[in-house]
């Protein structure tokens, strides 16, 4: 019992880091300084370049999480097959062991 409640509070604490880590980007205003200066004395004179400068900021910030992403899919699968694969019985033989 213990141990189900020890893998649920697991799972609920990282599926909320995990959803806290995908939607803080859309609520971050991820500016350095001086493109927070460059930003304001534009948005004073009416230009719209702020909008389009946080979000290539933010596309910049996401896509070293996507590459990461991909090669622990990539990594996950391939383990997986290899499990699969290098399995010591036959089929008979795992029929006879269940």
Known sequence: MACIVMFSKMYIF???TTL???FLPFLANAQCA???AAAEANLKTGGTDPVGLNSGILYMLLMP???VACIGI???RNRRKEAIVDTPYTEDELARLN
């Open 65 to 67: 999480y996507i590459v």
């Open 74 to 76: 990539w990594w996950y």
């Open 20 to 22: 806290f880590a995908f």
């Open 14 to 16: 990282r599926l909320l």
């Open 34 to 36: 001086m493109c927070k």
